[in-house]
């Protein structure tokens, strides 16, 4: 076996049902058993189960939880035991979020409103980057894991490589931070933002709360410091750094110009669609959304509802499944569903949901077909990105039953405590 990449740190000892399921497990996974159900009593100490099965297993590990609360008590867990590996807590970025909706029994349309947490978007970006640059990752994530996120190839293409010595100039650098979307600033740096001050550039890395001091002598970097941003402190003097851009949704010129030719092109498409069927008000109101956004994208490169272009922007076919959290994971991995019997329904129906709400906006000629490609994976297309799973519920559902290889119970707690007699 490779070299352990997992070290799991505790205070206690596997006990009670647990070492009879962590072996189970383990020989499952070893045999090339595909879905496997861990069926643990609650108390019985699950967790702490899987945690030695992923030190053992040495995998990067994607954990899914059907809720963000669980997400984040899981993602505390993971920490604890695992204090050197690389855990990231990955949920959906949106405080508030309404989607754009129609409704054509009271003719009322809906834009969508969203506010994003900007912690948690540092945070989804610490995920991608540490699932580009370590081995030892374990993601816990909601059913957000399914939704689009942009072109792991594109996100790590265009990322920065500053080492002391590079022949790179203060004003090609922030240019350079400009073309990967950081903003600039004067006033406090948050995380995807930077300033100059004299002959150095301070810039906030989109996935952390430090910042690195870049000083330059003679069109060369000179000094490259690691610098608390509160205390001013240096925390360390580093020789060379990654910079990944401040957005997942990365493109090139060339697509861009591209994306506008197919846009084009599927709106002319669109208009003899309803200029045949008569629907002359729907054929009125995609032309004038559609040449609206074009032309804001042209001029700024960006407009509202850009998400509902994406596969234009991202070179897929109609239908194809967009890029995911799971498309960052470069290798075989393992896979968690925690509390199975509640987030394999929720993966299930997520894709349904959101078809209806887009198939209305596309009839009644509030959106291009191709909006109907930006959406969440199927679940037949999420069975196919992932590799071995394991389903971890106290009541684990039919599916779960039906799909497994095997079942392994875990019902005896380490604590050697039993549920109280009911008379």
């Known amino acids: 076996m490779k070299n352990k990449v997992f070290k799991l740190k505790s205070d206690y000892k596997p006990d009670g049902d647990q070492p009879k399921a962590i072996s189970q497990l383990l020989e499952g996974l070893e045999k090339g058993m595909k879905k496997q159900t861990l ?103 909601s059913v957000s894991c399914i939704y689009g996120l942009g072109s792991p190839e594109e996100y790590e293409k265009v990322n920065l490589k500053l080492e002391i010595g590079s022949k790179i100039g203060r004003t090609d650098l922030m240019r350079r931070l400009l073309g990967v979307h950081f903003e600039r600033t004067n006033a406090d740096l948050n995380p995807g933002t930077f300033r100059s001050i004299g002959d150095r550039v301070e810039v906030m890395p989109i996935s952390e709360t430090f910042v690195y001091q870049i000083e330059f002598l003679n069109s060369k970097i000179s000094k490259i410091l690691r610098v608390d941003p509160v205390s001013a402190h240096v925390l360390k003097e580093e020789t060379g750094i990654f910079l990944f851009p401040a957005k997942h949704f990365i493109t090139d010129k060339e697509m861009v110009a591209s994306a506008v030719k197919n846009i084009k092109l599927e709106l002319t498409q669109q208009l003899k669609k309803f200029d045949k069927e008569g629907k002359l008000l729907e054929s009125e109101r995609i032309k004038r959304r559609t040449n609206y ?10 407009c509202n509802g850009i998400e509902n272009y994406s596969r234009h922007f991202s070179g897929k076919k109609e239908g194809e499944a967009p890029d995911t959290l799971l498309s960052y994971f470069k290798n075989d991995f393992l896979t968690i569903i925690d509390e199975s019997h509640v987030t394999l329904p929720q993966l299930g129906g997520m894709y349904a949901g959101d078809a209806s709400r887009k198939k209305t906006l596309v009839d009644f000629g509030f959106r291009l077909p191709s909006a109907k490609d930006n959406r969440p994976l199927k679940y037949d297309e999420f069975e196919k990105r992932i590799g071995d799973v394991i389903y971890v519920s106290a009541t684990p559902g039919e599916q779960e039953r039906s799909l497994s290889n095997q079942i392994v119970e875990q019902i005896i707690r380490p604590t050697g405590l039993i549920d109280p007699e009911i008379l």
């Open 39 to 141: 069926l643990g009593a609650t108390g019985t100490g699950k967790t702490f189960t899987i945690a030695n099965v992923i030190e053992e297993w040495n995998k990067p590990t994607l954990v899914i939880a059907h809720n963000k609360t669980l997400a984040a008590q899981l993602a505390q867990e993971f920490r604890e035991f695992f204090p050197d590996a690389a855990v990231h807590y990955f949920v959906s970025y949106y405080d508030y979020y309404q989607p754009e909706a129609y409704m054509p029994v009271t003719d009322t349309y809906i834009e969508k409103d969203a506010q994003i947490n900007k912690e948690i978007d540092r945070l989804r970006h610490a995920t991608t980057q540490s699932l580009l640059s370590r081995p030892d990752v374990i993601i816990v994530a």
């Open 293 to 302: 956004d074009l032309a804001m994208i042209k001029e700024v490169g960006y």
